[in-house]
């Protein structure tokens, strides 16, 4: 089935050329008048008579090519006007339907909204709990970070007054002192990721735009693999507007150089 742009682009091109063809005709009659002038006073004579004609077929033809035009013309419109009354109906339709459906799909959608604010809240609840012992970790790795910075600088080996920021804070002894510590015990490595780390930042803006979702309207939100999708289709369409766009005024120019 031909589409709409489809339609439209046929009968602009037809538009097109039916002023193209009205330009012609008006020559044509223009160039028959001149040759009337031309063989006014000898308009019997084979000469003439022969001029004449062949400018009174290209009237001809160029009213036959005209008609030709307007009546294709009259035909596209014809397939315009229908094609758009139906598009008028099948919205009116949808937007019945859609009316119809609405105090549904808002019941739902509240719904979905509280279902997410409470689980919302009990995931952060579960992450209190497990921060609890990394608090207590923090606080003994604090106390015992002050306790070797006050030995560092009661034994005369801190270069520098506070907390230790790097090896050139150390003198030497001290130095080689907490390589053999780090070498005998290895550190633990934790790394985030890629997704992981993706996940914490979107869990944590949610976690900050929790009053947002309590307002009467709600905002968008998506996961981060949604928001792909998303942006993705978004860039899609994008790309095809630009290609129809381009294809239009390649039909424009088309029909005009004709």
């Not at 035909?75 to 949808?94: D, F, Y």
Request: net charge negative; charged share 40%.
């Amino acid at each position: 089935m031909v589409g709409l742009k489809e339609l439209e682009a046929t009968a602009a091109e037809l538009r097109a050329e039916m002023k193209r063809a009205e330009r012609a005709l008006a020559e044509a009659k223009g160039e028959l008048e001149l040759v009337r002038r031309r063989f006014a006073y000898v308009v019997d004579s084979p000469e003439a008579q022969e001029a004449i004609a062949e400018a009174e077929g290209q009237v001809r033809e160029a009213e036959a090519r005209l008609q030709e035009l307007r009546m294709a013309h009259e035909k596209a419109v014809k397939k315009l006007e229908a094609e758009r009354k139906r598009l008028r109906n099948q919205e009116e339709k949808q937007i019945a339907a859609a009316k119809k459906r609405l105090p549904q799909e808002a019941q739902v959608f509240h719904k979905a909204r509280c279902e997410l604010l409470a689980v919302l809240a009990a995931s952060f609840e579960q992450t209190m709990k497990a921060i609890s012992p990394v608090l207590e970790a923090a606080e003994a790795y604090y106390e015992a970070g002050e306790e070797f910075e006050k030995a560092l600088r009661a034994a005369g080996e801190l270069r520098e007054y506070g907390w230790p920021q790097s090896w050139r804070d150390l003198t030497e002894p001290a130095q080689v002192l907490w390589h053999r510590v780090i070498r005998e015990v290895p550190i633990p490595r934790f790394e985030l990721k890629e997704e992981e780390d993706e996940l914490l930042d979107w869990w944590t803006d949610l976690l900050t735009r929790t009053r947002h979702l309590a307002r009467d309207f709600p905002p968008v939100v998506m996961t981060p693999e949604r928001r792909r999708k998303c942006e993705a289709e978004a860039q899609r369409q994008r790309e095809e507007l630009i290609a129809r766009l381009q294809r239009q005024r390649e039909t424009v120019r088309t029909a005009e150089g004709r």
